[in-house]
């Protein structure tokens, strides 16, 4: 459940801290004194879109926080599949802030995490349910969806959707392989000229490189063959005076005559012939690079300037590098052959989207039936509560029609009312008024609320358009809600407000010039007397708060 909020600097709430309880949660308080702020704080929490004109005037940033307590089993292991743990006593700490400039930074339990991720997280703790969501049960295209989530449990639609997307890939290649004869042919002509293009170079992986590497080298020849020639010389072979080779051997008769008196001689000679060994590698070495003969540089460098051009011209075509051009070769050889047997593959995918079509058909019908069953199921469920609200004569359809395939099945959901006897179901849109469909929205929460385990049921003024005895039914119907999830309900009405377990009341004042909400809990004395102000009057009478106190008498009872 939803145990602790924290608002700093949201609109005209400078800093509030309200702590809710299990069961019902009732917040009420003057036009004006910030309700909605609460709902659009928990909003944030929940990752709604944020923006700078949130900020109270004259702060640079804002703040929401929420601790969340008593997270079931089931919703904890939902959680912890995310990657989120809960902390040692079972608890998840949420805190989003807000900067000048519109952009936000969230954490969980003091890690900050994606808003994807919070998103993601808080859809198995809270769930609101504000006027808007009416405008959503009038719209047809959201039926199936409601549909759907009331069957989550028994029905699994992932085997249609993965053959359905297979045959989407299918019909997709099936296209591409149906060109007319003139494309077909253009197509060919055009792979054909590329593949000749490029086979007549005989392109070879790393030929650029080793182009580029003769090319210095030949560029530098006189520099290469003089200091080449010289190194030997130094170092290995001389034969105009003593080379270093040469120098070490005679080092070397040297130091065996002293053998007899230096104790270090087969040591030293041991180094010595190491280091001719080095001296005649790094000779052979420079003497190799200017044993390549060129014959004419001019001529030869012509040639790799002419073989560079050539790779550099199939570059900009075809490729970056040598080894993407000849990626780029493989994939039209590829495209060519299958157009050129795209006769024999056109028949070899017909049949596969035959049998995939054929397949998904099946599928769909399977989940059609389910569907039907549970249409029944949730209309009944929706209807018993509509009864409790008074709204006994409503019947209420969800008509299901057939259409084509798509990635949810060949289904066409609409919701139907009929709120008269005799006449005949119609849509939502056509029938219901605002009292209506906050009844009809109320029943089909509560039908959601036993699959669903969502933690925290958030209702913003869902008793618009309800007055009298409906009204205190709603309330009643909220209390005995809070059974199965913690309840917090914004309300404006009297009848209401009597079932809650915890009233809180909002209000605003004046300090230092500025306006300022903030929100306590109400004892039964102060819950009674705000329950007499909701039902009107310009002053509070003693007849007005005997009312009061009937009203929180008969919720009491109610359960």
């Known amino acids: 459940m939803l145990q602790a909020l924290h608002i700093t600097n949201i609109a005209i709430i400078k800093s509030t801290d309200i702590n809710f309880s299990p069961g019902f949660n009732v917040l009420t308080g003057e ?7 609460i709902i659009d704080s928990i909003s ?28 079931s089993d ?53 769930n609101i349910h504000g006027q808007h969501d009416n405008q959503a049960l009038l719209d047809r295209t959201q039926h199936l969806s409601l549909l759907d989530a009331y069957l989550d449990s028994s029905l699994d639609k992932s085997e249609y959707q993965n053959t359905y997307k297979e045959l989407l890939e299918v019909k997709k290649k099936l296209n591409e392989l149906l060109l007319d004869d003139s494309e077909k042919q253009r197509m060919i002509d055009l792979y054909r000229y590329q593949l000749n293009d490029i086979d ?24 290469i063959s003089k200091n080449s020639n010289l190194i030997y010389r130094a170092l290995y072979h001389n034969g105009k005076g003593a080379s270093a080779y040469q120098l070490i051997d005679m080092a070397k008769t040297s130091i065996e005559k002293l053998s007899d008196v230096f104790e270090k001689s087969d040591e030293f000679i041991d180094k010595l012939d190491e280091i001719q060994i080095q001296l005649r590698d790094i000779a052979e070495y420079c003497n190799d690079l200017c044993d390549d003969d060129v014959g004419d540089p001019d001529k030869a460098l012509d040639i790799i300037e002419s073989r560079l051009d050539t790779i550099n011209r199939l570059k900009r075509k075809y490729g970056s590098d040598i080894p993407e051009i000849l990626e780029f070769r ?13 006769d024999i593959q056109s028949a070899e995918y017909s049949k596969k989207a035959i049998e995939l079509e054929a397949k998904a058909k099946k599928l769909a019908l399977e989940i059609t039936k389910i569907r039907k069953n549970g249409a029944q199921s949730l209309a009944n469920e929706i209807m018993a509560e509509l009864m409790y609200l008074d709204m006994g004569k409503v019947k209420f359809h969800v008509e299901i029609e057939d259409c084509e395939l798509n990635s949810n099945g060949c289904n066409d959901v609409c919701f139907l009312i009929c709120t008269n006897p005799g006449e005949s179901p119609k849509p939502l849109s056509k029938i219901a008024s605002g009292g209506e469909l906050a009844r009809i929205m109320l029943a089909m929460k509560t039908v959601f609320a036993k699959k669903e385990g969502t933690e925290t049921l958030i209702y913003d003024e869902i008793d618009t358009g309800i007055s009298g005895r409906t009204a205190q039914k709603l309330g009643f119907k909220l209390k005995a809600g809070a059974k199965y999830s913690q309840v917090i309900c914004i309300t404006h009405s009297a009848q209401v407000a009597s079932s809650a377990d915890t009233h809180l009341y909002i209000e605003k004042n004046q300090v230092n010039n500025r306006t300022e909400t903030s929100v306590r809990e109400l004892d039964e004395d102060q819950k009674i007397y705000e329950i007499a102000r909701i039902m009107g009057g310009s002053e509070i009478t003693d007849k007005l708060l005997s009312s009061a106190k009937e009203l929180v008498i008969q919720a009491q009872q109610s359960l």
């Open 200 to 223: 007549s170079a005989k392109l070879k992986k790393g030929e650029e490189e080793a182009l580029e590497e003769r090319k210095k080298k030949i560029k530098n020849i006189e520099k």
């Open 330 to 342: 493989q994939n039209i050889k590829h495209k060519l052959e299958e157009i050129e047997f795209s």
């Open 31 to 37: 036009t004006g004194a910030g309700k909605s702020m």
């Open 44 to 71: 944030l929490l929940t990752g709604a879109r944020t923006s700078k004109e949130l900020i109270r005037n004259g702060a640079d940033k804002a703040m929401v926080s929420a601790y969340f307590s008593d997270i």
């Open 74 to 126: 089931t919703n904890r292991a939902m959680i912890s599949e995310l990657g989120v743990e809960c902390d040692e006593e079972g608890g998840l700490f949420v805190q989003r802030d807000i900067t000048a400039d519109g952009k936000s930074k969230v954490r969980i339990n003091s890690r900050t995490v994606p808003l994807s991720l919070v998103r993601n997280v808080l859809k198995y703790l809270i």
